[in-house]
């Protein structure tokens, strides 16, 4: 027998034996719910799901792969609660409205989130794409086509007519301009109806809306509200008819007041968040959904004068550094938080970054990543299934080396990837 034939042999032999495992030998364990940290334990993946956690680093049987984390710390797959798999913002964005064809931005969406899920996030949450590429992407995931996170997605965000998500923004006149609900703008309470109702034939999982003016749109005001709490309740009763949640871009008090009012499931960004804001909040049981890094990155971008074009830079002097300090007082004051960054703004595979900007904020490490894990799979209704380590759960686990409880930068060096019974990344 030729030395590949009988390597292909012996390949086939382990894939048939029945007891193949994945034994992760973890220094630490950090489970997504509890507080203490288990150490020298091992978990045991098999057939996609944790079969077992024990004590002590098991000897592997027959066929067995083990992942040698002793050094490292074992975490439940990271959720990034505000992504946009399909698009990467740089200086060239506005000429690429022109120029970027569907295949274009799905060709970009694979690759971007081959690059998510290798930094550690095994589930998403994408709140806006263009042409619906974030279903058909989630489609391609999750039927084993190409590697990603578990996308929960929104196709195209619902804005008003110049709102933050009206994709004509800054066109020439001789362009056609005037979108409508089907693409994702409306005006009133009928455009509204039909804005989710039209979502859901494109088979989305959620509902975005922009509720104030945004920083990278091609619009002056990045803070007024643009919408009606009459069109906010209708977009919200609607998607309750068809178990939709609805998260809400909002970076001014007034916008944010109507979206809560309005009653949505998440206020993204929060930037000019009020007092009386964080009381609605907390009255309502809205997550906030901070998007440190997103702040952080037009702050830096716009130190250039010549990245963002002339409307926009003003925006993200001003929105950049307020959503920090906003964070540490909603955090304070007892704001329910969950973990997005809105990469896209910012290079897709640095999510991780956030981790440090909400341990700058005041947040313990330790709550920052159950608001990246157990949280946010409770809020999607996911956490039978993911977002802790426990017995019956998806082997969806992260490692990075060291304690990240001591050294929070750790999250941004995961080593091990483990998703759909397959080990992405190795130590
Ligand atoms: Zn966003």
New binding site residues.
């Given amino acids: 027998m030729s030395r590949v034939a009988a390597g292909l042999a012996a390949l086939m032999l382990s894939a048939g034996a029945a007891q193949a495992a994945t034994l992760i030998h973890a220094g630490r364990v950090i489970d997504g719910v509890s507080d203490s940290v288990r150490t020298n334990q091992t978990v045991v993946v098999d057939a996609g799901k944790i079969t077992a956690i024990e004590s002590g680093f098991r000897s592997p049987a027959d066929g067995d792969r083990v992942i040698d984390l002793r050094n490292g710390t074992l975490l439940p797959g990271l959720f990034d609660m ?3 798999l399909t698009g990467e913002y740089s200086a060239h964005s506005e000429m690429d409205d022109y120029k970027l064809n569907e295949a274009d931005v799905a060709i970009d969406g694979v690759v971007y989130a081959q690059r998510t899920l290798m930094a550690g996030f095994t589930t998403v949450r994408d ?2 794409d263009e042409f619906r590429a974030s279903i058909s992407l989630r489609n391609a995931i999750s039927a084993g086509k190409v590697p990603g996170p578990r996308i929960v997605a929104a196709g195209k965000a619902i804005a008003s007519t110049g709102g933050h998500a009206d994709p004509t923004n800054g066109w020439a006149r001789k362009f056609p301009a005037n979108p409508g609900p089907e693409d994702g703008v409306i005006n009133g309470v009928d455009d509204a109806r039909k804005a989710v109702r039209q979502r859901y034939k494109d088979g989305s999982d959620t509902i975005k809306i922009t509720a104030t003016g945004g920083v990278l749109s091609i619009a002056k005001n990045g803070l007024n509200p643009q919408m009606t709490e009459e069109e906010i309740r209708a977009v919200v009763s609607t998607a309750r008819d068809y178990g939709f949640k609805v998260a809400a ?1 909002a970076h001014g008090a007034e916008g944010i007041k109507r979206a809560v009012r309005g009653g949505v499931d998440s206020i ?2 929060g930037t000019f968040m009020d007092d009386e804001g964080m009381k609605l909040m907390k009255e309502h049981g809205t997550f906030y959904v901070p ?1 440190l890094s ?1 702040g952080r990155w037009v702050y830096e971008k716009a130190q250039d004068p010549d990245f963002f074009p002339a409307i926009v830079r003003p925006k993200a002097l001003q929105v950049g550094p307020q959503i920090q300090a906003t964070f540490a007082r909603a955090y304070k004051s007892g704001v329910k938080i969950m973990f997005g960054t ?1 990469t ?2 910012g290079k897709h595979g640095d999510n991780g970054r956030e981790f440090k900007l909400m341990i700058d904020g005041g947040m313990p490490p330790m709550e920052a990543i159950r608001v990246a894990t157990s949280v946010p799979a409770k809020f999607l209704g996911l956490d039978d299934k993911t977002g802790s380590i426990a017995v019956g759960k998806l082997g969806e686990l992260v490692g990075v080396p060291g304690d990240p409880l001591g050294d929070i930068a750790l999250m941004e060096r995961v080593v091990f990837v483990m998703k759909d019974n397959t080990v992405y990344k190795a130590p």
Wanted: proline share 0%.
């Fill in positions: 505000h992504v946009h709140l806006g871009h993204e960004h998007t997103a809105d896209g703004v």
